[in-house]
């Protein structure tokens, strides 16, 4: 059994800065692509980044150059650097396990889910 857990999430004020967290324990088969969703209250659940196991990454237009992913092989654990963050940023945040077909990420695992509050 696989699990995720995210942590670092919080509130923040606009303008501010956040790094989240995943750790992944159990049977994990190989190294596998991971990336990071996130869901506000209303909207539809958006797939904000996601990393190669080699480290190459792509993001939603929304976070491109305020938001980093990154991952450490050898400790099982991606991150999620988040700078200049907006209200609109607002949401849990929550990491994956996946791969890719037909140049798309695709998740099968995933955690419960960090809370990520940005206000003044």
């Known amino acids: 059994q696989v699990q995720l857990v995210e942590s670092g999430g919080g509130l923040v004020q606009p303008g501010g800065s956040l790094r989240l967290s995943c750790a992944v324990s159990?049977?994990?088969?190989?190294?596998?692509?991971m990336g990071w969703y996130r869901q506000a209250p209303g909207k539809q659940r958006e797939l904000v980044a996601h990393i190669t196991t080699g480290g190459s990454a792509k993001y939603v237009d929304s976070v491109k150059g305020r938001f980093t992913i990154s991952r450490d092989n050898a400790k099982n654990t991606v991150y999620l650097q988040m700078n200049s963050l907006k209200p609109e940023d607002t949401a849990v945040y929550s990491c994956?396990?996946?791969?890719?077909?037909?140049?798309?990420?695709?998740?099968?695992?995933w955690g419960q889910g960090t809370q990520v509050t940005v206000s003044s």
């Open positions: 994956s396990l996946g791969y890719y077909y037909d140049s798309y990420y695709h998740e099968y695992e």
């Open positions: 159990g049977s994990i088969q190989g190294i596998n692509a």
